[in-house]
């Protein structure tokens, strides 16, 4: 703000002030904040299009290559592409464990319970408890059930071994893969009951949900094609919510294992640079979370991991775009 013109201070501080009453706006400030820093301290200077209306991207990095880098920043909720968000599925999971809890007393064996609903979870609270004891019912009839209205309830038991449990400082550390096999979903919310001898597995999940992957590059795309000035080199960078710096990494070290197939976070960007109509992007990266390191004197950092995809055949392309993140 001090080296900006009246104009553009003010239209940072109506920014700001919209982004303390909306979480999606405060984080894709944060996100834009988090990366012009990251530039700045590699000895850049940068341009703000938006605000200085010289274009419809987020930011121009000054000194790389012949013109520049124009990069644009999408902040990406782990509720894209859901139809059941995650406070939904949470104030759900409160609801159901009062039930699910007397019967994991005394469980001997491993119960794995979904719950797939035809689209949204039920608006009415009454509707969420009559919801909540047909899965009781079904449980205690040990038999699945589909309901009338449509919801389908599948109930099956499963070797407790296969949850691969690991007891780190009396708390049990359960593998995501090993949830997504024994229940036969990919990535959902899921609440987890139990003790050494026995456990019920409760995922919940909507017959519409899209994937998050899906999700995340039809938005990128339509930027791609909207946003940035397709007259200099671009790069997007997409923050994903509840991605923590060591799962980030070690999806990037999947790939980087020649034994191993490609994951489906590499194959959504290949297909994504390798489009016709994108020759101007020079690449994708994706963030993970920031943690805060406090330093001596006050100072508090933050690190995280990216994992970038750069788009070398490009004509745009420059040895200026490599290592940006290492």
């Known amino acids: 703000m001090d080296h900006s013109s009246r104009v553009e201070a003010e239209k940072l501080v109506q920014r700001m002030r919209g982004a303390f009453q909306n979480p999606d706006d405060m984080r894709a400030i944060q996100l834009e904040i988090k990366v012009a820093t990251h ?29 520049g880098l124009e990069v644009e920043c999408k902040s990406i909720s782990e509720d894209k592409g859901r139809k059941i968000h995650r ?56 038999r699945s059930m589909v309901l009338e209205d449509g919801s389908d309830i599948r109930i099956s038991s499963f070797d407790l071994t296969t949850l691969g449990v690991i007891w780190a400082e009396g708390s049990p550390v359960i593998s995501r893969e090993a949830i997504d096999k024994i ?20 995922v919940l999940q909507s017959r519409q949900d899209d994937t998050l992957l899906q999700s995340v590059f039809d938005t990128i795309s339509e ?12 790069l997007f960078l997409v923050d994903l919510q509840g991605i923590e710096a060591q799962s980030l990494m070690s999806i990037a070290q999947q790939d980087d294992d020649p034994k191993q197939p490609p994951t489906a976070l590499r194959v959504a960007a290949s297909n994504f640079l390798s489009k016709l109509n994108r020759e101007h992007v020079v690449g994708v990266g994706f963030l993970s979370n920031s943690s805060l390191k406090p330093e001596l004197h006050g100072v508090v ?22 290592g940006l993140f290492s």
């Open 301 to 322: 950092k933050s690190s995280g991991t990216a994992y970038v995809f750069p788009k070398k055949e490009s004509g745009f392309w420059h040895e200026d775009f490599s």
């Open 223 to 234: 930027s791609a094609k909207s946003q940035v000035s397709k007259t200099r080199p671009a």
């Open 183 to 202: 229940t036969a979903t990919k990535n959902r919310e899921c609440l987890i009951l139990g003790n050494k001898k026995g456990a019920i597995i409760f």
């Open 39 to 67: 530039f700045v301290l590699r000895g850049h200077s940068i341009q703000w299009p938006e605000m200085e209306g010289t274009g419809t991207f987020d930011l121009l990095v000054e000194g790389l290559g012949t013109k």
């Open 87 to 142: 406070r939904e599925a949470l104030e759900f999971h409160r609801l159901i464990e009062t039930k699910l809890q007397p019967l994991n007393r005394n469980l001997q064996a491993g119960l794995a319970i979904v719950l797939t609903v035809p689209g949204r979870l039920p608006i009415q609270y009454k509707q969420k408890q009559e919801l909540a004891k047909y899965i009781t019912d079904s449980v205690l009839a040990a």
